[in-house]
């Protein structure tokens, strides 16, 4: 009975500052054609029950002085909801030297808290602050969970994105209306989702021998739905850039090989070669005498190594896994969404979220896979584009996570990420473990000295 008291106890202190009356913060729509065409949009809740009388965009922070807002939405009433605006995202920049690096580069600012880009979202009751919000990148949040740090990851809250490797780099080149509409899954390149936030990558990979490459390495692409996107390489550099600058995790999960692996061992062991060379010294090297699981590990036991990168690989395709398997950390349990509609979809999350003893999820690294695919939308009668899937799937995945079920997720990966603020609500979950798995002893404690 104490328990129970303290832990609400606890858990109402540790929410309340999170929480605020009616929580606002701003995305980036799936809207517009490319990234700069994008428009910002205004979210609020879940569960605005005092909401604002209005809500002000700024370009510059509103509370270091009265800024005139460029844009003023009155009217927000509903518990939960988004409304787009008029204003484009723009051409975006980082700013202390978080810009995509083009050589190598050994010192960026740290961000603990994250850092706003010029975009803002401040909530009124006439002249009076109530909250205040922005789209921001959060290069260094992990280092920044103290508690967390030694926390096995299995237990933290990883964000991610789905076809992490099928963005677009160029719009006006890339002329294929396939690929632009149906086939790219991210508005960002990988190192920008990695400076977002995002901790987990999964990649589909293809293999293409053409007698041009100067290389190998040439030959393997990030494939999406067995179409060639971008080379592997630039994936990879991107992963290693932003490991040796943050010093924080990535896991890399390769996930499937849908183009010329099949019974090609050596096309395997190829790639395996090209991802050692590109990222052997901070691949995360596991003790495979004692069959160890990686979820097991913690962020400071990787940290300590200088080894943040976890790959997730198939082990058995190699034609000699003993000698390699080291560097290889067998793939986590994958759960995806892709082929559910709204309500089955949240049926799912019920059954892996709420850790029930039914539940299929087992106790190491599992990733959730919150996708529709084309042909699920197709059932809805008309094809729907890649941006119009995530922009159904995502908002309401991401409100469901806010609740309780955030507190028992691990990797959460989707499409096209931005339209929702899933980074900010993995550190809230984060934050919240952290204070669960640390107080779990305290609690015991108080509750022996109270009898
Ligand atoms: C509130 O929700 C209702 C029903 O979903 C919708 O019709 C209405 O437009 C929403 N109002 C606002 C202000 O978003
Ligand atoms: C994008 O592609 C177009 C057409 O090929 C080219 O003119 C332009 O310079 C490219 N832009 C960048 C930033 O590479
Ligand atoms: C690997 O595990 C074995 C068996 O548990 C143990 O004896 C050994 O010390 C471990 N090696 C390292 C490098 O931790
Ligand atoms: C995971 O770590 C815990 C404690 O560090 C240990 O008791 C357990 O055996 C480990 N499990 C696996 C599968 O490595
Ligand atoms: C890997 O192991 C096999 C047999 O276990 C051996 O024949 C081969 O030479 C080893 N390869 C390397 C690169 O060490
Ligand atoms: C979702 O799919 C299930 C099973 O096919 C079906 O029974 C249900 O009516 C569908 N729900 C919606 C909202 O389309």
Same mark, same amino acid.
């Given at each position: 009975?104490?328990?129970?008291?303290?832990?609400?106890?606890?858990?109402?202190?540790?929410?309340?500052?999170?929480?605020?009356?009616?929580?606002?913060?701003?995305?980036?729509?799936?809207?517009?054609?490319?990234?700069?065409?994008?428009?910002?949009?205004?979210?609020?809740?879940?569960?605005?029950?005092?909401?604002?009388?209005?809500?002000?965009?700024?370009?510059?922070?509103?509370?270091?002085?009265?800024?005139?807002?460029?844009?003023?939405?009155?009217?927000?009433?509903?518990?939960?909801?988004?409304?787009?605006?008029?204003?484009?995202?723009?051409?975006?920049?980082?700013?202390?030297?978080?810009?995509?690096?083009?050589?190598?580069?050994?010192?960026?600012?740290?961000?603990?808290?994250?850092?706003?880009?010029?975009?803002?979202?401040?909530?009124?009751?006439?002249?009076?602050?109530?909250?205040?919000?922005?789209?921001?990148?959060?290069?260094?949040?992990?280092?920044?969970?103290?508690?967390?740090?030694?926390?096995?990851?299995?237990?933290?809250?990883?964000?991610?994105?789905?076809?992490?490797?099928?963005?677009?780099?160029?719009?006006?080149?890339?002329?294929?209306?396939?690929?632009?509409?149906?086939?790219?899954?991210?508005?960002?390149?990988?190192?920008?989702?990695?400076?977002?936030?995002?901790?987990?990558? =999964? /990649?589909? @990979?293809?293999? !293409?021998?053409?007698?041009?490459?100067?290389?190998?390495? *040439?030959?393997?692409?990030?494939? &999406? %739905?067995?179409?060639?996107?971008?080379?592997?390489?630039?994936?990879?550099?991107?992963?290693?850039?932003?490991?040796?600058?943050?010093?924080?995790?990535?896991?890399?999960?390769?996930?499937?090989?849908?183009?010329?692996?099949?019974?090609?061992?050596?096309?395997?062991?190829?790639?395996?070669?090209?991802?050692?060379?590109?990222?052997?010294?901070?691949?995360?090297?596991?003790?495979?005498?004692?069959?160890?699981?990686?979820?097991?590990?913690?962020?400071? =036991? /990787?940290? @300590?190594?200088? !080894?943040?990168?976890?790959?997730?690989?198939?082990?058995? *395709?190699?034609?000699?896994?003993? &000698? %390699?398997?080291?560097?290889?950390?067998?793939?986590?349990?994958?759960?995806?969404?892709?082929?559910?509609?709204?309500?089955?979809?949240?049926?799912?999350?019920?059954?892996?979220?709420?850790?029930?003893?039914?539940?299929?999820?087992?106790?190491?690294?599992?990733?959730?896979?919150?996708?529709?695919?084309?042909?699920?939308?197709?059932?809805?009668?008309?094809?729907?584009?890649?941006?119009?899937?995530?922009?159904?799937?995502?908002?309401?995945?991401?409100?469901? /996570?806010?609740?309780?079920?955030?507190?028992?997720?691990?990797?959460?990966?989707?499409?096209?990420?931005?339209?929702?603020?899933?980074?900010?609500?993995?550190?809230?979950?984060?934050?919240?473990?952290?204070?669960?798995?640390?107080?779990?002893?305290?609690?015991?404690?108080?509750?022996?000295?109270?009898?």
């Amino acid at each position: 009975m104490w328990k129970i008291v303290l832990f609400a106890l606890h858990l109402q202190l540790l929410v309340a500052p999170l929480s605020a009356s009616c929580p606002i913060f701003l995305t980036i729509s799936l809207s517009g054609k490319s990234l700069t065409d994008a428009c910002l949009e205004i979210n609020w809740g879940p569960d605005c029950y005092a909401p604002p009388e209005w809500v002000g965009i700024y370009r510059q922070d509103p509370s270091v002085s009265n800024f005139q807002p460029e844009l003023r939405i009155d009217g927000i009433r509903n518990r939960t909801g988004k409304r787009l605006t008029p204003i484009k995202l723009g051409k975006l920049q980082f700013p202390g030297g978080w810009n995509r690096p083009t050589a190598r580069q050994t010192t960026a600012t740290k961000y603990p808290k994250g850092k706003c880009l010029p975009y803002y979202v401040a909530s009124y009751n006439g002249n009076e602050l109530l909250t205040i919000d922005c789209l921001k990148i959060q290069p260094n949040w992990l280092a920044h969970l103290k508690d967390a740090a030694n926390m096995p990851l299995k237990q933290l809250f990883l964000p991610g994105t789905h076809a992490s490797g099928a963005y677009i780099t160029n719009y006006s080149k890339t002329k294929s209306l396939l690929i632009k509409d149906y086939l790219v899954a991210q508005h960002f390149d990988v190192w920008s989702q990695l400076v977002f936030g995002i901790r987990y990558l =999964d /990649l589909s @990979v293809g293999y !293409r021998y053409s007698a041009d490459s100067g290389s190998e390495s *040439e030959n393997f692409w990030v494939v &999406n %739905e067995n179409m060639f996107i971008n080379p592997v390489i630039d994936v990879l550099r991107d992963v290693r850039r932003f490991v040796e600058l943050s010093n924080e995790i990535v896991v890399l999960d390769f996930s499937s090989f849908p183009i010329g692996f099949y019974k090609h061992p050596e096309i395997y062991s190829s790639l395996y070669h090209l991802i050692r060379q590109e990222l052997g010294q901070v691949i995360y090297e596991r003790n495979v005498s004692s069959n160890e699981h990686c979820a097991n590990r913690s962020f400071n =036991d /990787l940290r @300590v190594l200088g !080894r943040q990168v976890l790959l997730l690989f198939p082990t058995e *395709e190699l034609p000699h896994p003993e &000698n %390699e398997s080291v560097l290889l950390c067998p793939p986590w349990q994958r759960f995806s969404t892709s082929y559910m509609n709204m309500s089955q979809t949240l049926d799912y999350m019920r059954l892996l979220f709420s850790r029930k003893p039914d539940s299929p999820v087992q106790d190491d690294g599992w990733i959730f896979h919150a996708v529709m695919s084309i042909e699920q939308a197709l059932n809805s009668h008309k094809l729907q584009t890649a941006k119009e899937r995530a922009a159904v799937i995502n908002p309401k995945v991401n409100q469901w /996570l806010n609740g309780p079920w955030g507190l028992n997720a691990n990797v959460v990966a989707m499409d096209y990420f931005s339209n929702t603020n899933l980074i900010d609500v993995a550190i809230h979950a984060n934050v919240h473990k952290a204070f669960l798995a640390a107080n779990d002893k305290f609690v015991n404690l108080e509750i022996l000295s109270r009898r």
